[in-house]
């Protein structure tokens, strides 16, 4: 009796006085704060350095650590010094393999999600099956498609019947960056497809179908605009992702022929961490992260514009 | 609150104008980077360590059939010393390369580390490395045991940074049954032989018998057969397009375009060991591979054969090297050299490593003499090992240039002579900035 009296009371007196509980900024902030340490330790700290260091000559190991403004972007822009030219043709990689392979990897999973979203027996095994090679982590994966796909010794040339220097040629070796990147990644992006079908109406289905809408339709009227946000989020993040991609050119093409498919994030971790040049690496992440950026912005002006903001 | 709120912000915005003002002064009289700054070298100290114990922590890049041979003189030394501590870490050698600087800026690298001879103006120019002249000459060690060639490449601007504990040149490997059923029994030793025991072996039922990948190592041992070299002596002038350099590469090319070799080749091991072809390039690490994974091939090593004009071999070396984090007190600095002198003096386990020993004392044992690199430790090869020269950052350089050119030409396709004018080109920019850096 006196629990709920006191219960009725605090209750009573929250919503007598709204100004103290309710509107406060305090208490979001206070719910916040925990995470934004996180946030500015990993997060903020490390971008505010990057930018700081893009803004010196910073060579590692040598005391001295300069300012010098806004010279480590301009060389690069200028395009004529070496580190400027790994960098683009570095830019250039990553530019190919992201438009070679975020198409698939938006397209691929949303069909794979389909045929998951059915019903059919043994459908969670299949789900798992296709999830299971991204718990892999990349050097295996790496190592993995680097042995499948040799030349000479791998079982794809064998079983195919072929003699394509898969590893160390071009175009082949982006085929096998992309082929294998599908394979490694192609379950995350569907559990994501997967979620969201199975949040779509599913009675906006049978009314379509009692209209006669057929399964085309049923798909360009229901499915897309239904997961047109979940949509929004697997474009941008697989862009992203795609731009980001290091580990698969370095192990699987080992960045051959040349150096033709090492990508920008490949060249930005040799010029700062085996070159040791701290600035112009810096420098050359802003100019990537921004780019980035700009693609992201691209996306979510292109999905407003398809009038995906409806919710 | 408002009005006693604007001045502040006002006044931080000076602040920070003023900040920025000043940073750019900073930086109009202060364009050094402070390169030259360099280690205090390390003090010679009198005999062996003893006292309080000291716990050393030791890196090397042997992760391969190496760092057995490599823990077991580490064993030895601890056993022997129970005032010391050495704890041993293996990493991948590009690994050990990225961690060093700062793992040792932060006092929490190696104290001692094995690093390649190439490697150590990378080092020793960004003040990782101290000087040894001072503890050489308290040990008494004068070069007089050592290759002369690895012991003199071991100076960056006049200071000696490391001690050579071995020294490994590229090699030929042959199947003895293939080669002998062929009638032509290795080694090669010339370019006629090379020729003939390549037709032999193709007529009698081997069509590639010998798999070229695009191994820097093989081009740098033709590169010095046809009279060339990568670098002038000073570390200033790219010369890797040269004529010599252009011969060297065409002639790997010409392997595979004549069908000695297949095209894209990254793993020539495998093939050599399952029969597939009976000759290979490589360097000594291939020894105690072949013995742990082929232990059925019958197999010989020999030095590279002279393709080109003249005799030449890629050389390397691995060297002991003291970090500025060994010289943190007297104790830890006395008994990092400790470490050093008795492992270099008692480095006869490192022969099952598959390289040869730097010292001409621990080579004179029976137990090197009957190992199978003994075949390579002859006064031929030291006489004409071609040693990387010491410039800062040569790794860097070498990947994008005549590594590159070396991958381009091989895997694809690229012709010899333009992949290797685009790398003299780049490594000429790279050179200068590197001078420049450093002053």
């Known amino acids: ?311 | 609150m408002s009005a006693r709120r604007r001045p502040v912000a006002a006044a931080s915005r000076r602040t920070f104008l003023g900040l920025l003002g000043s940073s750019a002064l900073l930086a109009a009289c202060a364009p050094s980077i402070g390169a030259g700054a360099a280690q205090e070298p390390a003090r010679y100290r009198e005999g062996e360590y003893t006292g309080p114990r000291q716990r050393l922590q030791f890196w090397n890049p042997f992760t391969g059939g190496d760092g057995p041979a490599m823990a077991a003189m580490v064993d030895a030394f601890n056993a022997a010393h129970p005032d010391i501590e050495v704890v041993m870490t293996s990493l991948v050698a590009d690994d050990m390369y990225t961690k060093v600087m700062p793992a040792v800026g932060a006092g929490v690298g190696p104290d001692i580390a094995i690093m390649h001879l190439d490697q150590l103006a990378t080092f020793a120019a960004r003040n990782t490395l101290v000087p040894l002249d001072d503890v050489v000459e308290g040990l008494g060690v004068d070069g007089e045991d050592f290759v002369p060639a690895a012991w003199d490449n071991g100076v960056y601007r006049g200071a000696r940074y490391g001690i050579p504990l071995d020294l490994f040149t590229m090699a030929q490997y042959w199947s003895t049954d293939a080669l002998a059923s062929a009638g032509t029994p290795g080694p090669v030793l010339d370019a006629d032989g090379y020729t003939d025991t390549v037709a032999a072996l193709q007529s009698n039922g081997l069509a590639q018998p010998f798999w070229v990948p695009p191994s820097w190592q093989l081009f740098v041992t033709l590169l010095a057969q046809f009279g060339g070299r990568l670098y002038n002596p000073e570390g200033t002038v790219a010369e890797m397009g040269s004529e010599a350099g252009v011969q060297a590469l065409a002639w790997m090319v010409e392997q595979i375009d004549r069908g000695v070799s297949p095209g894209g080749v990254t793993d020539p091991r495998t093939p050599f060991k399952n029969g597939t072809a009976a000759l290979l390039a490589d360097l000594p690490a291939a020894i105690p591979d072949l013995q742990l994974t082929a232990p059925d091939l019958a197999w010989g090593v020999a030095p590279f054969p002279q393709i080109g004009p003249q005799p030449g071999v890629f050389a390397n070396s691995h060297n002991f090297v003291l970090t500025g984090q060994s010289q943190r007190d007297a104790d830890a600095a006395h008994a990092s050299q400790t470490f050093v002198d008795w492992v270099s003096r008692n480095s006869a386990p490192w022969i099952a490593g598959g390289n040869t020993p730097a010292r001409a004392s621990v080579r004179e044992t029976e137990e090197f003499r009957s190992s199978p690199q003994a075949a390579l430790a002859t006064e031929g090869v030291f006489e004409v090992a071609a040693f990387l020269p010491q410039i800062p950052g040569s790794r860097e350089i070498a990947s994008n240039s005549f590594q590159r050119a070396v991958g381009e030409a091989v895997l694809g396709g690229v012709d010899p002579a333009a992949a290797l004018a685009f790398a003299q080109q780049t490594a000429q920019a790279e050179l200068d900035d590197v001078n420049e850096l450093l002053g």
């Open chain 1, 1 to 311: 009796m006196t629990a709920v009296s006191s219960t009725e009371l605090s209750r009573s007196r929250r919503d007598s006085n709204p100004r103290l509980r309710r509107s406060s900024p305090w208490t979001s902030l206070a719910f916040l704060a925990p995470f934004l340490v996180i946030f500015t330790v990993f997060v903020i700290v490390p971008v505010a350095s990057a930018v700081w260091a893009s803004l010196h000559r910073w060579s590692l190991g040598l005391p001295g650590t300069p300012w010098v403004g806004a010279a480590n972007y301009a060389e690069l822009f200028a395009g004529s010094t070496v580190t400027s030219v790994e960098f683009w043709k570095g830019m250039r990689a990553t530019g190919i393999f992201t438009a070679l392979s975020a198409p698939l990897l938006i397209a691929l999973p949303l069909g794979l999600a389909m045929l998951l979203h059915r019903r059919f027996p043994g459908r969670t095994f299949f789900r798992a099956l296709y999830f299971a090679p991204y718990v892999l982590g990349v050097a295996v994966t790496g190592l993995l498609w680097r042995y499948l796909l040799d030349r000479q010794l791998g079982p794809v040339n064998q079983i195919l019947g072929l003699d394509v220097a898969w590893t160390t040629t071009l175009p082949a070796g982006w085929v096998s960056l992309v082929v294998a990147t599908l394979w490694w990644t192609i379950g995350f992006n569907s559990v994501i497809y997967l979620a969201a079908l199975q949040d779509v109406p599913k009675e906006l289905y049978e009314a379509a179908k009692v209209d006669g809408a057929g399964p085309l339709r049923r798909f360009t009227a229901i499915t897309l605009p239904g997961i047109t946000r979940v949509l929004q989020f697997v474009v941008a993040i697989t862009i992203i992702a795609s731009a980001n991609m290091y580990g698969q050119s370095a192990l699987i093409t080992q960045e051959q022929p040349g150096s033709d498919t090492r990508t920008a994030i490949g060249y930005i971790a040799e010029t700062g961490i085996q070159g040791f040049d701290i600035g112009a690496s810096s420098a050359m992440s802003m100019i990537l992260a921004v780019t980035l950026m700009l693609l992201s912005g691209i996306v979510v002006l292109g999905f407003r514009k398809l009038g995906g903001d409806d919710r």
